[in-house]
């Protein structure tokens, strides 16, 4: 069984309801795999909402909530994203701090990280990635 946590990103695709996506999700759950969003995933989604005042995509967003657990951060995730910042400081690749943390609490949960944004996520040593906007 594989975890995925969704990003941001993968979470806009699934309020637009592009079908490509939904159907991705669809399969992963049939095959009994589990969907998780990352804490820090969850507020910038709920922050660009409230920035736009989008009741819509408010509520839907609301309801995913309700079928897909949101993650909880703790000081072994926080420690793993310190690790992740000083190697990509050290590396000359250096990302948000936001992104950073997302994907410490991946690699800690070992979960894969569902995200189209595979410029920033692919610098991560030990994080698995998927992007199911391809």
Not at 29 to 55: C, H, T
Request: glycine letters at 6%; hydrophobic letters at 45%; proline letters at 4%.
């Amino acid at each position: 069984m594989i975890t995925y946590a969704l990003d941001s990103d993968t979470i806009s695709y699934i309020l637009k309801e592009a079908p490509h996506v939904l159907s991705k999700v669809r399969t992963e759950l049939i095959q009994r795999n589990k969907l998780i969003i990352p804490p820090l995933v969850y507020y910038e989604v709920r922050r660009g909402l409230l920035s736009v005042d989008a009741p819509v995509n408010t509520a839907a967003f609301k309801r995913f909530c309700e079928r897909i657990p949101v993650g909880r951060m703790n000081r072994t995730t926080l420690e793993e994203g310190a690790q992740v910042y000083a190697s990509l400081k050290t590396a000359g690749n250096l990302i948000g701090d936001a992104d950073i943390l997302i994907a410490a609490f991946c690699i800690i949960g070992k979960y894969t990280l569902v995200s189209n944004n595979a410029k920033h996520f692919q610098r991560i040593d030990g994080l698995k990635l998927e992007n199911w906007v391809e």
